[in-house]
């Protein structure tokens, strides 16, 4: 039997198939800021996320002849997060750089808001502080906040990737060929 490709030439091409539906749920989540009936659509994109990667696992895991290691398709599921990742950054970069650059300062002064209304004096320190950061100039920027995305996409991506692998393993055992 041949062996399939890399993990990474999979990583690279699978993350083309799940950086589309991981742009699309931030970007509409952005959106349900101003539209909330966007948010179902949204959340219901990012909760196909791991089912998704589950099929995308599964799909290599039968390429090898259900012979690839736990590490083979954990790093799999590393790379196709970081991918996929690095196309819902760029998406997100797009939305709030060129489609609605005042978003971050809206955010955090709707969350300075909130905040200050608490009854928690806590919370109104937090919302005062919030509302301090708004009034200097000291958000994060578009790219800052599409590289977060980038980091949360791959650390949560390679803990689900690490448990649907094993879970994969655990389902389908190799089959004997004479």
């Known amino acids: 039997m041949e062996r399939s490709r890399s993990v990474y030439v999979r990583g690279a091409e699978d993350g083309l198939v799940l950086g589309p539906v ?20 949204a959340l219901a994109l990012l909760a196909s996320v791991p089912a998704l ?12 002849g259900c012979g690839s290691s736990l590490s083979a ?11 996929g990742g690095l196309l819902m950054a760029a998406a997100a970069y797009a939305a709030i750089r060129w489609g609605r650059p ?6 955090v002064t709707a969350a300075a808001a909130l905040y200050s209304a608490a ?8 919302g005062e502080a919030l509302g301090r950061a708004v009034e200097a100039r000291i958000l994060p920027t578009a790219i ?9 996409a ?18 389908h055992r190799p089959t004997k060929q004479f």
Do not use: K, N
């Open 119 to 126: 009854p928690d004096a806590g919370a109104r320190e937090m």
């Open 53 to 64: 990667v589950y099929i995308l696992l599964r799909r290599g895991y039968a390429a090898d």
């Open 22 to 41: 991981m742009a699309a749920g931030v970007v509409l989540t952005g959106v349900a800021a101003y539209v909330p009936w966007v948010a179902v659509p």
């Open 144 to 152: 800052q906040v599409a590289l977060e995305l980038l980091y949360a």
């Open 73 to 83: 398709l954990w790093l799999q599921g590393i790379c196709t997060f970081f991918f």
């Open 154 to 171: 791959v650390f949560s991506g390679s803990i689900l990737s690490v448990v649907l692998a094993a879970v994969i393993r655990r389902r």
């Open 102 to 107: 005042g978003f971050v300062a809206e955010q």
